[in-house]
């Protein structure tokens, strides 16, 4: 089973996130990045599927040298390999990320597709659906689990007020969801070997693209702190009753939501 | 330049999401400021009855693809007779729900059709003739008004985030011919919870952290019942394994925001705040005084929750009598 996990490197979700005096970037400084919490999920189950079925498992990301740390750890989880993309000056939308994920993959040789359904920074949703119909494969996306039997996969998915099963013909593209897994740790022998095992750059130009059709359609104009909010009231009272009793005449008459 | 609004209706067992009334109602503002029209797609099975429903919302024109092939949603089917209908019409802009349904179908479509996408949009404004969407990233740390081109433009908007306002409109209803090329997937089991709100709809939310100190969440569902609202959990209680994934608030869970948010024993780590803070009133009940969630809250009750909840409950129950 040829098995490639999509992964991007992220700000850890405990960042505090402040504003480039641009006003349409984000200050890098003090930010810890990690691997999407979602890709780890990806990078397991594509681990879980090798130690099954046997076979390759193959990271790629799009992002600047840096996020070649976050392939890294995967590879130490036990990957087999990783590529990463540069794409140098060009800011890349959801899009143009799709886009030069494809053109590395193409000529490729895969089975499945594992990747997170979001990335928590830019929350964009798109790439890796994006991505499988740039490719003309089916996606599934919000998997909670998976079973693969004869050419085709089936997951469970996570949708509002329930769950559904879905199945599709392989080569697929899955996108994870929280409850798929229990993602490992990298062990200490495994961070020593990621050290040795394949990882390799490219440019746009390596992918035979231009940057002419990479621009983005989607741009950020400006960049604002949401609406701070501040403490209210804190209930005082004797007992649990009274405060309770104040709590619900304040929301009803006050409030006005109840 | 005239632009109409194409709202892509979502339908769920027979009945409409609560957020493509929203979306009719958005697209309408828009509309008018593009000096276009309003025109809406449904899609699914068996589902001729069902069109008429959106004719309060101040569409021109309704157009209804109904076929068994599309009767539970796959990301490819639908892509297939989406695209077919834009390239019909041609639309300027196509709006859907940020639901999961919305968010798949609109980034599949955006590959397909070369177009900008912004997802999980909470304000929309056309500026210069060019559509400009406020959009949360970093889990609603951060708001990026984005502006897209190109034609058409596709926009998924939050639930929640807008005013339904029902309207005239023409509401002709018009059948799409529905012709599909290879399906690769395919729906073979579904399950729902009947009458369930889900977390990013529902107008009330009733959280439940650390401080539950367990799995049993009776109390916080019977406060749920009492106002009608749907249950949530901080990440550290799906941690615990004490609920589902899904039931999760945050920035690595679901963005929230209701008319009334009450958190019970939840510290409010900010990952968790990123994904409630637009919540219109917040309510904290945590024994905690310091707990960082008191700090954000309109109303807290300093207390155990174990005591304080049951008590909410029993009081709602009676103001509803």
């Not at chain 1, 996108?175 to 990621?194: E, F, H, V, W």
């Not at chain 1, 621009?215 to 104009?221: A, E, G, H, N, S």
Request: proline share 4%; glycine share 10%; aromatic share 2%.
């Amino acid at each position: 089973m040829e098995i490639l996990v999509l992964l991007k490197q992220v700000p850890a979700t405990e960042s505090l996130i402040a504003i480039a005096n641009d006003r349409v970037s984000i200050k890098p400084d003090g930010l810890k990045y990690v691997m999407n919490p979602y890709d780890e999920l990806a990078v397991e189950e594509a681990l879980r599927i090798r130690e099954s079925q046997g076979g390759t498992v193959t990271i790629l990301s799009v992002g600047p040298a840096k996020a070649a740390e976050a392939i890294r750890t995967g590879l130490a989880m036990g990957a087999d390999k990783g590529i990463l993309i540069d794409p140098g000056n060009l800011t890349c939308d959801g899009l143009a990320t799709a886009k030069l994920l494809a053109a590395a993959i193409k000529p490729m040789t895969y089975d499945i597709i594992i990747a997170g359904h979001r990335a928590v920074d830019d929350d964009n949703f798109q790439v890796a659906t994006a991505l499988a119909e740039l490719l003309g494969i089916p996606n599934i996306s919000m998997v909670v689990k998976q079973t693969l039997a004869d050419g085709k996969i089936r997951c469970l998915c996570t949708v509002e007020g329930g769950t559904k099963e879905v199945e599709a013909t392989l080569p697929a593209l899955i996108a994870t969801q929280r409850g798929l897994n229990d993602p490992r740790y990298a062990s200490l022998p495994g961070i020593m070997k990621a050290k040795k095992k394949p990882l390799e750059t490219r440019s746009i130009a390596d992918l035979g693209l231009d940057a002419a059709g990479l621009q983005p359609l989607v741009t950020i104009k400006a960049l604002k702190m949401p609406v701070e909010r501040k403490g209210g009231r804190v209930i005082e009272g004797d007992s649990v009753a009274v405060k309770v009793a104040a709590l619900v005449k304040a929301l009803h008459e006050e409030a006005k939501v109840i | 330049m005239t632009h109409n609004v194409l709202v892509v209706a979502e339908q769920i067992q027979g009945v409409f999401r609560k957020v493509t009334f929203e979306a009719l109602s958005a697209g309408l503002k828009l509309a008018a400021q593009t000096g276009g029209e309003l025109q809406a797609l449904v899609l699914g099975s068996g589902i001729d009855g069902l069109a008429a429903d959106l004719k309060a919302y101040g569409a021109a024109k309704i157009m209804v693809a109904d076929d068994a092939a599309l009767a539970d949603f796959t990301t490819e089917a639908y892509t297939q007779v989406l695209a077919g209908v834009i390239e019909q019409v041609q639309p300027g802009i196509v709006l859907l729900g940020a639901t999961t349904q919305g968010k798949d179908l609109a980034a599949r479509l955006s590959a397909r059709l070369n177009v900008a996408l912004a997802t999980d949009c909470v304000a929309l404004a056309v500026e210069a003739g060019q559509v400009v969407a406020t959009r949360p990233m970093y889990g609603g740390k951060i708001l990026a008004d984005v502006a897209l081109s190109g034609t058409p433009v596709i926009v998924s908007l939050r639930p929640n985030t807008q005013t339904i306002a029902p309207s005239a409109g023409a509401g002709t209803i018009e059948k799409v011919a529905v012709t599909l090329g290879a399906v690769r997937s395919q729906v073979v089991a579904k399950q729902f919870e009947s009458g369930k709100v889900d977390l990013t709809e529902a107008d009330i939310v009733v959280t439940g952290g650390r401080g539950m100190g367990g799995p049993d969440f009776s109390a916080i569902e019977a406060l749920a019942e009492a106002l009608g609202a749907a249950v949530g959990a901080s990440r550290s209680a799906v941690d615990e394994g004490w609920r589902s994934a899904a039931d999760q608030v945050g920035q690595t869970g679901k963005t929230v925001s209701p008319n009334l948010y009450v958190a019970c024993g939840v510290s409010g780590a900010i990952q968790h705040l990123a994904g409630m803070s637009s919540s219109k009133v917040i309510v904290a009940v945590n024994k905690d005084p310091e707990a960082p969630i008191i700090g954000k809250a309109d109303y807290a009750l300093v207390d155990d929750l174990f005591e304080v909840v049951p008590a909410l409950t029993a009081e709602i129950k009676k103001l509803k009598k």
